[in-house]
């Protein structure tokens, strides 16, 4: 029996104790919790977007990559089955579900105006965000784009550091945007990168994370990373404060995020889709 299959057999006491807390036997009268509600049905619904490789891309006809990896992994020590749901990001960053899905395996930084709205874990891992270049412009430096306009997604964590509203709740990013630059926003950052891509160039620069800017790269757009990444983010797993019994649910999924980066699995999956292991807050 290899490492991996005993590791998915054998849920950790962590995890178990986690789940014996946090799932309490239900008197006969009460109406089960929402993990417990999961529990029953056998599956949890995750939010995903496929416009994001590696985190998240359709191949064949299947969703695959790092965060499906990881919300597959969850729901495994959960005892559940995982099925995928894809609404915009907008919407999921923005709260208020309506039980469309249960939670948010969607590399999402964790926020003082996300945590609003959203309940979130401890972060899984940690992403650089990076400016970009349409390699025509000739542009290597963040200087370069001082005046210019720098295209990301929309309700992202990028689209607030460009206004100058972006907390992570205990600190904030020391970077600031080029001078003078201005924002424009797509659907998706990877929506960006695909007009440069058919021949567009209705903005000189772009930023996303490093891995999404990279897959980029790799796939033959025409884009030049700019200077160190402006700043790192912390990303979690995520659920709708409105759903009022949800604490036994994230209480369970943080153990197992904790476990998860405990018995290497994290670190594991990190390598396998970027190469690196961004498991780890960098500094630490």
Request: some cysteine; glycine content about 8%; hydrophobic content about 40%.
């Amino acid at each position: 029996m290899d490492t991996r299959t005993s590791r998915l057999l054998a849920v950790s006491a962590t995890a178990l104790l986690a789940l014996a807390w946090a799932a309490p036997a239900v008197a006969q009268d009460a109406e089960p919790d929402m993990l417990a509600r999961i529990q029953a049905a056998g599956v949890i619904r995750m939010s995903t977007d496929p416009a994001y490789p590696p985190q998240s891309e359709l191949v064949d006809g299947e969703i695959v990559g790092f965060d499906i990896d990881v919300g597959r992994e969850i729901a495994t020590r959960l005892g559940v089955d995982l099925a995928l749901e894809t609404p915009d990001w907008a919407l999921v960053s923005a709260g208020s579900w309506s039980d469309r899905w249960d939670f948010s395996v969607g590399s999402m930084t964790i926020t003082s105006s996300r945590e609003e709205v959203l309940d979130f874990t401890q972060p899984y891992y940690y992403t650089p965000a990076q400016l970009a270049a349409h390699a025509d412009t000739g542009i290597t430096a963040p200087e370069g784009l001082a005046g210019k306009t720098i295209c990301m997604g929309e309700g992202t964590t990028y689209l607030e550091w460009m206004n100058g509203t972006l907390d992570f709740g205990s600190e904030s990013p020391d970077a600031t945007p080029p001078e003078g630059s201005l924002p424009v926003t797509r659907t998706t950052d990877r929506d960006c990168a695909q007009e440069w891509g058919l021949g567009r160039i209705d903005y000189e620069g772009w930023l996303s994370s490093s891995t999404t800017v990279q897959g980029a790269i790799d796939a033959g757009l025409p884009i030049v990373p700019v200077g160190e990444p402006v700043f790192y983010e912390p990303l979690a797993v995520a659920f709708d404060k409105t759903v009022e019994d949800n604490d036994s649910l994230v209480a369970a999924v943080d153990a197992i995020v904790a476990e998860m980066h405990a018995d290497g699995t994290l670190s594991e999956l990190s390598l396998k889709w970027y190469g690196a292991d961004l498991t780890k807050k960098v500094g630490e």
